[in-house]
């Protein structure tokens, strides 16, 4: 866990090495990271966020030889392929998963699960795309919607909506906000920033279900 934080708050240092040891390759290992953080289940804590803005701030440098648009297509093909796949998922697995019964439940975060379950409830489809923009939340929207066997055209209309709007908003605030001398000098508070703010719309949604509990009794 402590490798994890310090990849997080030092992913621009990361990434550097990552692209001056594997050159062109690195389209793939980040199309990796990506598609395991969405697709994988298991695996809902990989930075998200903080990797698309890293690597966009440097595809804005030319020493580094990365292709934004390369990039945005890498990113946007990950996530929606990541999501499918949980989906997929879900649809085998996901009533196991929410009793926390067999093997895999026991893999996976059963707070987190029901807590996506719960925001699914109140949102529905739309939960596909809102979710991509809140960490650990959206690993596991697709999964619930594979488990409540959500129409699979509805499911793709708001997997494709929120995927665009994602890698679009974060590439797009890394390539030209990215190499701000600020930015650049403090590196690791903007990316402990960006998960900050990525998870406060769920602490608000966390805070109003307690909230409404404590009204109801």
């Known amino acids: 866990m402590t490798q994890l934080f310090d990849f997080i708050l030092h992913i621009d240092e990361h990434l550097i090495t990552i ?7 690195t389209y793939v290992i980040l199309f990796a990271m990506v ?12 930075p998200g966020d903080s990797l698309l803005f890293a690597a966009s701030a440097l595809a804005a440098n030319a020493a580094y030889n ?5 990039l945005f297509a890498v990113f946007l093909a990950a996530a929606v392929l990541g999501d499918t796949v949980n989906y997929e998922i879900g649809k085998r697995v996901g009533s196991a998963a929410s009793t926390g019964k067999g093997w895999f439940g026991r893999l996976i975060n059963r707070d987190k699960l029901l807590q996506a379950e719960a925001f699914f409830d109140k949102h529905g489809g739309k939960t596909i795309a809102i979710a991509r923009f809140m960490p650990l939340i959206r690993t596991f929207a697709p999964f619930v919607s594979g488990g409540s066997r959500m129409h699979y055209g509805k499911f793709i209309h708001y997997n494709l909506l ?7 908003l974060c590439v797009l605030g890394g390539f030209y ?6 930015v ?4 690791s508070l ?16 966390a805070v109003k279900t307690r909230t409404a509990k404590v009204v109801d009794r």
Not at 162 to 168: A, H, R, S, Y
Not at 177 to 182: E, R, W
Not at 184 to 187: C, G, I, Y
């Open 162 to 168: 929120g995927g665009f709007l994602w890698v679009t």
């Open 35 to 46: 598609f395991i953080e969405t697709g994988v289940v298991v695996f809902p804590f990989l």
């Open 190 to 205: 903007v990316a402990l920033g960006i998960v900050l703010i990525s998870l406060l719309p769920m602490v608000i949604a």
């Open 184 to 187: 650049k000098e403090h590196f």
């Open 177 to 182: 906000f990215g190499n701000v001398t600020f």
């Open 66 to 70: 990365l292709n934004v648009w390369i």
């Open 19 to 25: 692209v001056n040891s594997f050159g062109p390759w």
